[in-house]
């Protein structure tokens, strides 16, 4: 199964973008499925995950302004990033895994999407 990431792009701080994450097949069997973020001479970081069963788990830096949701008909998760900051400036990456991870560091998750640039300016 491969993941396609998609919806980033440049938006000024306070606006809104959405990230769309589409598995080439079904993510039926992943459970969990989620967003990390790595911005220029950082380390790849937790942004939000998303259980099988739809319980979701954010970064303290996101809570509260990132929705994250996936639809198992549609193959597809997403990241709906709202009041958006400039310090959220990366690309943007999926993940999923077929077991619960024990905690969030992004070696335990299997598959990964290319990537996507979301840039919020000051």
């Known amino acids: 199964v491969q993941l396609q990431a998609s919806g980033g792009g440049l938006v000024q701080a306070g606006g809104s973008l959405g990230l769309s994450c589409k598995a080439s097949?079904?993510?039926?069997?992943?459970?969990?499925m989620g967003w990390y973020r790595q911005a220029p001479g950082k380390q790849r970081e937790f942004v939000a995950t998303?259980?099988?069963?739809?319980?979701?788990n954010y970064s303290d830096t996101v809570k509260g302004r990132f929705t994250v949701s996936r639809d198992n008909a549609k193959n597809t998760v997403y990241l709906q990033m709202n009041s958006l900051k400039p310090e959220d400036t990366a690309v943007y990456f999926c993940?999923?895994?077929?077991?619960?991870?024990?905690?969030?560091?992004?070696?335990?998750?299997?598959?990964w999407g290319q990537g996507t640039q979301v840039t919020v300016s000051s």
């Open positions: 993940a999923a895994d077929q077991t619960y991870p024990c905690g969030i560091s992004p070696r335990e998750y299997d598959y």
């Open positions: 097949g079904s993510i039926f069997n992943f459970r969990v």
């Open positions: 998303i259980t099988s069963n739809g319980i979701p």
